[in-house]
């Protein structure tokens, strides 16, 4: 639906995902990254977050889920991406950021950074574009 809002274009896609919706979306990407396990949800760019530019994670429990796994591969960081123009790859990256639990909406240390990444990004795709 995303995709359609924006005129069916491959935008380049910024993800800021809390707790629990940060395994969400780390377990969405990694099956849109393996499409050969069948759990891929779809053939464009932008749902299978090859234009994944940004990733702002934050009070993630990733490592939990981990536990059980004999190897742990992680998703493609975002900047991998080979859809992505050279601007928006010079900035794209992966934030984690960590202080108590429900603190986020009033921590500068995490609001300014995450702020920033997305201007970046926006910014970038409007210069590559």
Known sequence: ML?????GVDAPLVVVAHSLGSVIVSD???DAQHPETGRSKG???F???RTLAGLV??????????????????IAP?????????AVRAV???????????????DRDFL???????GAVALAARRGA
């Open 112 to 118: 300014g950074p995450a702020a920033r990444l997305i």
């Open 78 to 86: 975002p900047r991998s991406s080979p859809r992505l123009s050279d």
């Open 3 to 7: 995709r359609a809002n924006l005129g």
């Open 43 to 45: 053939d464009d760019d």
């Open 92 to 106: 794209a990256r992966w934030e984690n950021f960590y202080v108590s639990h429900t603190a986020y909406w009033s």
């Open 47 to 49: 749902v299978c977050m």
């Open 57 to 74: 994670t934050f009070g993630s429990n990733i490592p939990l889920f981990t536990l059980a796994l004999p190897r742990v591969i992680a």
């Open 28 to 30: 969405y990407a990694w």
